[in-house]
């Protein structure tokens, strides 16, 4: 079972940006964001697989967001920029241990809101 741990989660005004970093415990193939609002369930962000490269984002996300990963220290990032109040969530970092594995091992969430 892969440990993920996240930070960088805080408060910030709409418009402004946040990054969150995700280590996971050893390699794995995928790494992913998901998020989940007071009262809603949780939904996916974006993911990215590096061998080959491949990222997908949600579509309130794209072009607002951006992630990344560092294969050398099993970390991801997640770039957010321009956010908006609606991005308000704790946002979760999960990994797909192996290509066609179902995402697994979420770590422990981290708040994010984004005052109006």
């Known amino acids: 079972q892969v440990q993920l741990a996240e930070s960088g989660g805080g408060l910030v005004q709409a418009g402004g940006s946040l990054r969150l970093t995700c280590t996971a415990s050893?390699?794995?193939?995928?790494m992913g964001w998901f998020r989940q609002a007071p009262g809603k369930e949780r939904e996916f962000v974006a993911g990215i697989v590096s061998h080959p490269s491949s990222t997908s984002y949600e579509d309130s996300v794209q072009g607002r967001f951006t992630i990344s990963r560092d294969v050398r220290v099993n970390t991801a990032y997640l770039q957010m920029n321009r956010l908006k109040p609606e991005d308000t969530a704790v946002y979760y970092c999960?990994?797909?241990?192996?290509?066609?594995?179902?995402?697994?091992?979420w770590g422990q969430g981290t708040q994010v809101t984004v005052s109006s």
């Open positions: 999960t990994a797909k241990i192996v290509k066609g594995s179902p995402w697994s091992g």
């Open positions: 050893t390699n794995i193939y995928a």
